[in-house]
């Protein structure tokens, strides 16, 4: 497995999570809480903050290829 297609498998959980199409917390498995635009996990308390804007729901994520 290529690291692209790990990014893309990370970065289609992490789309499904915020949309709420995935109950499943990719860090540990557990279930999440969706609060709002915010998934946390009460296990092991992996958080994403999703914000709303014209194009839908979109995760920001600091990131860098190199």
Known sequence: MSVSSVHRTLEHELFALLR???LECPVCGEF???EGPRVAC???GM???GRSDAAGTGVQLDMQAG
């Open 32 to 34: 999440v809480l969706h």
């Open 42 to 44: 009460p296990e092991c």
């Open 20 to 22: 709420g199409a995935s």
């Open 47 to 49: 958080r994403l903050h």
